[in-house]
């Protein structure tokens, strides 16, 4: 049997990927010559994370169960399995496995993941999104922020050369492929619209993209940060939360110039050589949201009265707190916590 094509998209991280992965997940089966590797769910990162992961044990997703050597070898084997069956079972010309988790392996992960896949596909090329650095810095405090206490003291080390150096020694320059996360870039300024473009597909016929994973406002990341200086602990209940506070409206989150090249662990010599490989750059104008950006802690905990207004309109008269000081914010933010839960 002739063997397909597989294309692997490694994300990255706030690029867009859940939007394509929920897109192929939807409408694969209406794409002529297309399959969509999956275990059931649109991103298959904990699937790659099981197969070929080296230390899942020791990973925040994984470290609750207490894996030990055999565990994760019994883990590994079948997820393996599971691959190894829709591999060889697809008569698609083209596979397409998407996990941004792939775009963080290491050396021998990528090689491990390169070699058990080999013997199904003819030719393995990878996909990946960058998004410019400061906007990837202000997505990335988001999202630590959701999954529990973080400050604006930790640092952010981008390791892109590394990324591309890898994959490049692992799968060929010439089959590794980098985009820039720009939506003005984009056809319709979707990137699942892009993404089917540099594979050549069509969408499937009366499929839509919808956005997926809605980002917080500023004001929302506020109440969010004030909640997380005493509650730091990922708790029941929080995944509501952000949900419900996706609906508090207001101006994005920008760092100031100054913060930025405070958190920032990468040098113009890595970024000219990140341009030089992929073909574009990931500079940005640091300071162009400066009169709006924020500059320290202070400025994070600076609620504006509307913010609280909004907290007092959704709990209620019965549970809104009169205070306005940064320990009954964070209660009032609790409360609401489990008003969410509590609705399911």
Known sequence: MEKQQLIVHAGSHKTGSSAI????????????????????KPNASPWMLQAFKHDIAELPAFRSRQLDAADSADMRKRARSVLAEQAGQSSAPLSILSAEAIGAFNLPELQALRDFVSPFFSQIT???????????????????????????????PLAYCHTLDLQDSVFGKENVHAYKYDSACFPQRDVVAHFLDKLGLKAAQGSVSTPVNAGLS????????????????????????VRKLTELRGEPLRFNSALYQKLVVLTQEEIERFKERAGFSLAEETDADDDIGIRDEEDLLAIPQRSIEWLHEQLGPRLAVGKTDLQAVASMVSLLAEQQNRRG
Do not use: C
């Not at 929920?22 to 059931?40: H, I, T």
């Not at 969010?224 to 929080?238: E, H, I, Q, S, T």
């Open 21 to 40: 992965q929920r897109y192929l997940f939807d409408n694969w089966q209406r794409m002529d010559g297309v399959a969509y590797l999956n275990r059931g």
């Open 126 to 156: 990878l996909h990946q999104y960058f998004r410019p650095i400061k906007a990837r810095m202000e997505s990335a405090f988001q999202e630590k922020l959701k999954h529990g206490a973080t400050t604006l003291e930790d640092k952010f």
């Open 218 to 241: 500023l004001p929302a990341i506020q109440l969010l940060y004030a909640y997380r200086k005493f509650n730091p602990v990922l708790a029941r209940g929080d995944r509501a939360l």
